[in-house]
Structure formats: C-alpha cells, structure tokens
C-alpha cells in the first residue's frame, strides 16, 4: 500500500514513525509548507518523494492514501480533495473548525464510498480501549469522567516547540478528543455546557475552558482545558465508574489508587498512533468502515457547533 504524508510537523513525524512499523506499506511521498525541511524529512524517512504540492503526490502513480497532518483550517478542503482523486484518507483531529466543513466531508465519503477516518487517538489508545472492552462486555459503566486537558502555550508553538504557521484551538481541536471519547465510552451525548475564559489579544483565542456533557445514559463527563497551565502538561482521564475508578494518561493506566494496570494484551502496540494507522490500512485493505470513520465522529463535531453556538463563547 503507498501512502502519502501531508504535514511534517510533530504529529507528522508520529504517523511516519508509526507507518514504518506496518508490513506492506510504502511511504511515497512527504507534502509540506516549505521544500526544504520537506526534503530533509523525506531524506530521513528514506522516502523519495517531496513537494509542497498535494496536488502533485495525489497523481503519483499508484498511490492509495494520504495522511493529512496539516494545519487545522486546511483538513476539510484537502480531505476532499484526496476524495475527489480517489484515494483514502486519514484526518488529524480536529475534522474541520466548523460543522459545515465537516458535513462536506462527510457527504463526499458517502459519495465516493473511500476509506475516510479521522484520528480520534483516544479511540486506539490500550488504556481507553481496556476500559471500552470492560464497557462493552458489562464489566464497567461510567458515572463520570473528570477530564483535564492542560498544556502551557502562550505564544503560537507546536508540540516540539517550533514556531506554528497557524493557531491551535481548545474548543475544535483538544475538546474534541475528550467529547469523541466520552461519547464512545458512554453514548450519545444530549446535554452540553460550556464557560470559557478571556480571549489571549494576540492569539484571539480562549485560553481556558470548562465544558459539561451528559450522555443519553446519564453519564456525566466535566472537561477542563487550558493553555495558561504551567506545570504538568497533557491530558488527564478519571473514569469513575459503578465498580470500580480508573486513570488514564494517554498510553498508560492506573487504578483509583494509583496502581498500574498491564495493558500488554490488549492491542498489538502500546502506542495509539500506531494502533490509529493499523486500522485505517486496515480498513482499506479489507473494505470496511474504519473505528473513527467521519460518519463516527460527526456527532462529535456537531456538539461542538452546539457548544460554540452558546451565549458568551
């Protein structure tokens, strides 16, 4: 299978490392911004392809897929365009900044009946997929999630610390993990509050929220994000449940008090990006709907709509 990377950001550099993990996929070409990390990136990957130009990787021939790890702002209209070309494609969360995007997305993959997924990374997560095998097999059910998703970006940074070319966004893109989970965890989510502080005056942007959800099973999940944290980064999952409390932190588990849970047996890999990948190629190879389809995770996103639409936000 020949994929194409588009974005060799931090995340970027995540799906090549993990797509260098799965048997039978070619990486042929790497899209950037700028040709010349564009290049230096290929070199390293030993992928002989480069270009800041998607359009030109979608005509490379024989090319199956793409990747988009691109700015936010652009995943809708390149993930239509991967469509309209007739290759699969995997969006980077967020889907798209606005439910009108993400709807066009989703009636373009009904149109072409391709593979097209969205990397809702806490779907594939072993810790999150331990505790959605106990949901599922009547093990475990949820009465809350307390969730805290904390990062320290006061100016425009990526993950690695790199000066970014666009503005990141709590509500569209870190909500939108916790908002997909909890619904995937819980059900469908019908009540949704949102408070959210002062707008950053040059990043024009709010740099803390506080978000309530209530699924259909009365579940409640309470979300607190910020971008003003300055200390331990990254996001924190507490599901206290009917039988028992559980700490997720990306790939890793704890129980309520603090003891280590082996998730060696759940997945094939311990790592999410990985697992992401190996279900999208999956998914293509066999023809199927993939965990995280756009179809999926459009609730998701409308409740998001529904959250930006509130007074004071």
Known sequence: MKIALAGGGAFGEKHLDALKQIDGVEIVSVIGRRLEPSQALAAKYGVAHATTELAEALALPGLDAVILATPTQLHAAQAIQCLEAGKHVQVEIPLCDSLAD???????????GLVAMVGHT?????????????IVAGEATIQQMDVQTYFFRRKNMNAKGEPRSWTDHLLWHHAAHTVDL?????????????????IHPELGIAMDMSIQLKAESGA?????????????????FRYICDNGTWIARYDDLVTGKEEPVDLSGVAVSSNGIEL??????????????????VAQVMPCYRVLDALERQPGT
């Not at 993400?102 to 072409?112: F, R, S």
């Not at 995937?184 to 509050?193: D, E, K, L, R």
């Open 102 to 112: 993400g709807e066009a997305v989703l009636k373009k993959q009904q149109e072409t």
């Open 122 to 134: 806490r779907r594939f997560n072993p810790s999150h997929q331990f505790l959605h095998d106990k």
């Open 182 to 198: 909890f619904a995937y965890q819980a059900g469908p989510i019908v009540q949704s509050n949102i408070l959210q502080g002062p």
């Open 220 to 236: 409640i999940c309470t979300l607190s994000l910020s971008f003003n944290n300055d200390g331990p980064l990254g996001t924190c």
């Open 276 to 293: 992401q990948d190996r279900e999208f190629v999956a998914a293509i190879r066999e023809g199927r709907e993939p965990n995280a389809s």
